[in-house]
């Protein structure tokens, strides 16, 4: 028994090598994905529609310029009167940071503004900014920080701001900044109140000192803004938006529209609220600032020309906004022997460069990846990831805030086990 069992396995073993060399032909691989397993995407978007974590979604993936998988999965809205469309409507939440980010360094590129810059330089409002300082068993003290933030420090979340959700225990500052509603969450706020408000609100963290992930691509847009004399909807739309064909990419649905918006689901405890405060059915003028890190509403299609412009080095849709040399510098670590983690976001293993978190090793992460690959999500439960070493990108398009970091790392898990060549 055992030497027939010998004999049998022998053949097998020698097939081995021409077997794996056939793979590529048998299966038709596209551009190194296994179709096979790109076919896993329908039934994990499928259990988790079932599962009622969103109603429906978009997964895409490309690599070298070509799509090699996009499917659309479910509803638009929980009910599932209205099947999900490939043009349908995503609220960006803070995926869109990278594109105000991109901003900001073609602006540095042009010699408008420089990293190293005092943001008080350009908004004035600013120069003054106190960090408080706590102590255990003290009254938190306000003192003058040894430098004030740079627009390097805006660009990388290490300027000292927060968001109010996230303050420091023991610190004022969250009461502060949520209760002169700082970061339009109850209702417009125009930009004059925005910079006058905020100039009254400490630092919680010495600047360059801790990535606290943050308002501070809100304050990188109006700086933009101001840099230039161009309200920031409109100096984005100009410079980037509309050169590279993002049509379907604003602050504001217009109302024929809002029937292709994808709807939260109802049970999700984050949507009503959430929901609330994006308000994207209303152009809001001269009567709120365009927030730079949070705002937008995209598609699909939209943001795919985004990340496939960063994967080739600033140029997308034959024009260039980036030199090879800046999207590099970009999307490398500038918080390294800093304080503070991205990994609420990204799992751990990740450092942040300029507006994308940037992995640091192959290890140490939740989801596979490689080093160098960028990523940044929003908390409505979009997500991308681009890998400039496997010259792809991937993203998940969904609305469902609540479980976005399980859906994010879904995808990547899916992703990256799709890729065999």
């Known amino acids: 028994m055992n030497r027939r069992t010998t004999l049998l396995a022998a053949p097998a073993l020698l097939a081995m090598p021409s077997a794996r060399a056939a793979t590529p032909a048998q299966e038709g691989l596209i551009q190194g994905f296994s179709p096979s397993r ?15 974590t969103f109603a429906g979604a978009i997964t895409h993936i490309q690599r070298r310029g070509e799509v090699v998988h996009s499917e659309i999965h479910g509803h638009l809205d929980p009910a599932r009167t209205r099947a999900m469309r490939p043009d349908a409507l995503f609220l960006l939440a803070s995926m869109t940071k990278p594109i105000t980010s991109v901003m900001a360094m073609m602006l ?44 390097q420090d805006l660009l990388r979340h290490t300027s000292g701001h927060i968001y109010a959700a996230s303050a420091p225990a023991g610190s004022r500052i969250g009461r502060m900044q949520a209760e002169l509603d700082i970061e339009q969450r109850n209702a417009p706020m125009t930009t004059a109140d925005f910079l006058r408000h905020l100039a009254t609100i400490p630092l919680a963290h010495a600047p360059s000192s801790t990535f606290h992930y943050s308002i501070c691509t809100d304050i990188l847009g109006v700086l933009c803004e101001r840099a230039t004399r161009t309200r920031f909807d409109r100096l984005v739309k ?17 109302q024929p529209d809002m029937a292709r918006v994808a709807m939260g689901m109802p049970n999700d405890p984050l949507v009503a609220q959430m929901w609330a405060s994006y308000r994207i059915d209303q152009d809001p003028g001269d009567t709120a600032y365009f927030k730079g890190g949070a705002g937008m509403v ?67 992460g939740v989801a596979p990846g490689t080093v160098g690959d960028a990523m940044w999500a929003g908390a409505w439960g979009v997500s991308f990831t681009i890998d400039p070493q496997n010259q792809l990108f991937g993203m998940l398009m969904a609305n469902a805030p609540t479980p976005r970091v399980h859906t994010r790392m879904l995808f990547k898990n899916l992703m990256y086990g799709a890729l065999v060549g």
Not at 242 to 253: K, Q, Y
């Open 108 to 151: 540095v590129e042009e010699g408008v503004i420089a990293l190293r810059d005092p943001i008080g330089v350009h908004l004035p409002e600013l120069r003054a900014l106190q960090l408080e300082v706590r102590r255990p068993g003290a009254e938190p003290e306000l003192v003058a920080p040894a430098a004030q933030p740079t627009v």
């Open 298 to 364: 995209s598609t699909t299609a939209d943001y795919a020309k985004f990340c496939q412009m960063i994967l080739d080095g600033g140029r997308g849709n034959g024009v260039r906004l980036l030199s090879p040399a800046t999207v590099r510098f970009m999307l490398s670590d500038h918080t390294l022997g800093m304080a503070g983690s991205t990994a609420a976001s990204t799992g751990p293993g990740y450092g942040f460069g300029l507006g994308f978190a940037v992995r640091r090793q192959e290890g140490m």
């Open 238 to 254: 100009t410079r980037i938006l509309d050169p590279l064909g993002m049509a379907d990419t604003a602050w504001f649905v217009r």
């Open 38 to 52: 790109l076919a896993r995407f329908r039934p994990a978007m499928a259990r988790e529609i079932e599962r009622q």
